[in-house]
Every structure is written in C-alpha cells, then in structure tokens.
C-alpha cells in the first residue's frame, strides 16, 4: 500500500494537477465512471472540477512526486445548501487498490469537517464504480439508487448516491 509510505502525501491541488486528472479521463475505462462521454464534455468538465483548488476544497495524492490521485469538495454557492456537498474522488490507475483513494475520501471527509463545517457529504456514482467499497468502509451510506440512469454503448447503469453525516 503506497499510502502507507513516507513518499506519499495528500495535499492541496494546484491547477496544473489536472493535466494528471485529464489524462486519467482520456482513459475510456476511467471517463465510463464520471458524467462525461465526449472530449467536448472533458474539456469542458474539467476547468468545473480543479478549479475548486481556488477555494482549498480540492487535495491531490502525490506518491514520489507524482500525482496519483484527485478528490474535490463542491462546493454549493446557496445559503440554504452550504451545510453539504457532492464530492468526486479519481486515481490514477496504474495506483488503485493502493489506498489512495481510501485516504483521499478520509482527508476530504476531515476537510469537509473541520475546514468547511459541512454536515453531509454526499458523492454520487454508477453502479459497478470501484470507488463503492471504499465510500462503504468510510461510513457512507446508500441514500439512492435509480436503475437505468446512464445509457453508454447500449447498456444501463444504474445512479447510486452515497452519503455520509460528519
């Protein structure tokens, strides 16, 4: 487990780490698991999601210098709803089931917290998404699930939205 070693850090994204979290997206194993479908929706989607490293909610997993993972808190800009947010969570492939997204969820859960006084932090992804095992050990809860919601190459998947109260 990489994230048990002295070479691997979780700290505060900088823009350039999303030239990292693009070419993770340019995979279409790891593009099936997010919203986006198209190069046009990429680039347009992730100027929305590294950008949250303006207002500190957006942590980096660095092993040996070299970025292996992204999470991001969005942040909601409405008085009513600023009590919780969505998270998205990737890593590198070549790094999963190396702990790296288990300590990105955890340190976003601690930020979330502790720096932003959320209540509820919510992530939402498909069925089947490898990230589920690791929202279930972290102390999320299934909140909803909504069968057929993606459509990609003729199959369905369902939506399923996790939550967990901090």
Not at 109 to 114: D, R
């Amino acid at each position: 487990m990489i994230a048990d070693e002295s070479a691997f850090d979780v700290r505060y994204s900088v823009e350039s780490d999303g030239m990292a979290l693009k070419s993770w997206l340019d995979d279409p194993v790891v593009r099936a698991e997010f919203p986006v479908s198209t190069d046009e929706e990429l680039r347009m989607f992730l100027p929305n999601w590294i950008g949250f490293y303006r207002f500190g909610s957006c942590l980096t997993a660095v092993y040996e210098d070299q970025v292996v993972g992204v999470g991001t808190l969005l942040l909601m800009p409405y008085r009513k709803l600023i009590h919780h947010c969505l998270t998205y969570v990737a890593v590198d492939p070549k790094w999963q089931r190396q702990g790296v997204g288990t300590a990105l969820v955890r340190n976003l859960k601690h930020l979330a917290k502790n720096y932003f006084h959320l209540e509820i932090l919510g992530v939402e992804i498909y069925s089947g998404c490898k990230l589920e095992s690791i929202l279930l050990k972290q102390g999320f809860t299934e909140t909803l699930r909504q069968e057929k919601y993606v459509k990609d190459q003729g199959m369905y998947r369902a939506r399923v939205v996790f939550e967990a109260s901090l």
